[in-house]
């Protein structure tokens, strides 16, 4: 039987769960220690993931596949955030995520924490944007906002079912609603499906605005933002393994129309790439039919799949070579992360399998590109 669109964008938000359930194996072995509303936000996102399936059949189903991703911490559809609490302290002394996808998230995470410090602490004195593209359950938003509310507003770009799901997580939490500065509503949250579809799926305070959006119309939309995003205020266009599941041409078209239409910006993209099809190890191949095993397509992933291929790409939209920056994660670790930083994450769980991680990070990319200001890196780069 073909596959709807609706079926497609469930197996791509599918792979939301995945990294969601990385970054809780993080906060859990101690990587990521400032994403501690995790523990809150998790529990909140299976509940309402599964409020938003039609069947009790399919509700039951859902809900075996969250408990085993999320390592048997969500017991029923009804847990608390207390019980999940108290079922986190005894997984710590479980095992979690392998010690190679702990270390490949921490990179990922903290990579691109780097960028976005560098881009606040360059404009601390004026008014920017971030704007995340498929954010789905990433929690940046709940770490940035509380200290630079004052001078960022965050926007974040989703299927609107994702939105609608994040929305009324952080609607029952009153942790996460302070975090994002968002007054307590009189909306009744939802308890069944059917008053979970029939809600909207918007959601904004003075610094934060969560955005129902299809990106491939983003291009022919400007309106599809809000009248609070401002195409003249300088902006960081973040997209962590967003784009990588866009057709090419949708792509292109999208990152294309962010760089005519902001006058002032930076693209900071992080996506896999396959590699050369000669090399030995194929990984790109092995990873296409692993992923369609799932379901996946990652239409770009041997179309850019390599550092001089996405570099190649950004030129083509008008960047200039002297404001783009593009590494593998290899070169990230290796010339970005501060030695003290290696030291601590080296002493949370041995770590045998140095060469996969090497291999792995070597897929994929970093992308750093900027136009209308001046952005001081002060990074090393792959590239000449």
């Known amino acids: 039987m073909m596959m709807t669109q609706e079926d497609e964008e469930e197996i791509?938000?599918?792979?939301?769960?995945?990294?969601?359930?990385?970054?809780?194996?993080?906060?859990?072995?101690?990587?990521?220690?400032?994403?501690?509303?995790?523990?809150?936000?998790?529990?909140?996102?299976?509940?309402?993931?599964?409020?938003?399936?039609?069947?009790?059949?399919?509700?039951?189903?859902?809900?075996?596949?969250?408990?085993?991703?999320?390592?048997?911490?969500?017991?029923?559809?009804?847990?608390?955030?207390?019980?999940?609490?108290?079922?986190?302290?005894?997984?710590?002394?479980?095992?979690?995520?392998?010690?190679?996808?702990?270390?490949g998230t921490w990179l990922r995470t903290i990579s691109?924490?780097?960028?976005?410090?560098?881009?606040?602490?360059?404009?601390?004195?004026?008014?920017?944007?971030?704007?995340?593209?498929?954010?789905?359950?990433?929690?940046?938003?709940?770490?940035?906002?509380?200290?630079?509310?004052?001078?960022v507003d965050y926007f974040e770009v989703d299927f609107e079912n994702s939105c609608k799901i994040k929305k009324y997580a952080i609607l029952s939490s009153e942790e996460l609603c302070k975090a994002l500065f968002i007054t307590k509503t009189e909306e009744k949250l939802p308890t069944n499906h059917n008053e979970f579809v029939t809600q909207s799926s918007s959601l904004e305070s003075d610094c934060y605005h969560l955005i129902a959006c299809d990106l491939r119309t983003l291009?022919?939309?400007?309106?599809?933002?809000?009248?609070?995003?401002?195409?003249?205020?300088?902006?960081?266009?973040?997209?962590?393994c967003c784009i990588c599941y866009m057709g090419t041409e949708d792509s292109n078209n999208l990152l294309l129309s962010l760089?005519?239409?902001?006058?002032?910006?930076?693209?900071?993209?992080?996506?896999?790439?396959?590699?050369?099809?000669?090399?030995?190890?194929?990984?790109?191949?092995?990873?296409?039919?692993?992923?369609?095993?799932?379901?996946?397509?990652?239409?770009?992933?041997?179309?850019?799949?390599?550092?001089e291929k996405q570099h190649q790409r950004f030129l083509q939209f008008g960047l200039c070579n002297s404001n783009l920056i593009v590494c593998d994660m290899r070169f990230v670790y290796e010339n970005w992360i501060p030695r003290d930083e290696i030291f601590r994450v080296s002493k949370l769980e041995m770590l045998d399998e140095l060469e996969e991680l090497n291999l792995i990070n070597s897929h994929y990319a970093l992308?750093?590109?900027w136009w209308g200001f001046e952005f001081r890196s002060n990074l090393k780069t792959e590239l000449p």
């Open 219 to 240: 291009k022919d939309r400007k309106d599809a933002l809000p009248s609070s995003f401002d195409w003249n205020k300088k902006t960081l266009v973040l997209s962590e």
């Open 367 to 369: 992308i750093l590109g």
């Open 12 to 103: 791509v938000r599918g792979t939301d769960v995945d990294a969601l359930s990385s970054r809780l194996s993080c906060l859990l072995k101690g990587y990521l220690p400032e994403d501690n509303l995790l523990v809150t936000f998790v529990p909140l996102m299976a509940r309402y993931k599964v409020l938003l399936v039609d069947s009790e059949f399919r509700q039951f189903a859902l809900l075996r596949s969250l408990r085993k991703s999320f390592f048997n911490l969500i017991s029923s559809r009804n847990i608390t955030n207390d019980t999940f609490k108290m079922n986190v302290q005894s997984a710590k002394r479980n095992v979690l995520k392998s010690p190679v996808i702990n270390r």
């Open 259 to 307: 760089k005519q239409n902001l006058s002032q910006g930076i693209f900071l993209v992080y996506d896999p790439m396959g590699g050369e099809k000669s090399n030995e190890s194929r990984y790109g191949e092995v990873m296409v039919r692993n992923l369609r095993t799932r379901g996946i397509e990652m239409p770009n992933l041997m179309v850019y799949n390599t550092i």
């Open 112 to 151: 691109i924490d780097l960028i976005i410090n560098k881009f606040l602490q360059q404009s601390k004195n004026e008014k920017v944007q971030i704007l995340s593209l498929g954010a789905g359950s990433d929690t940046r938003a709940f770490r940035i906002l509380p200290k630079h509310h004052k001078n």
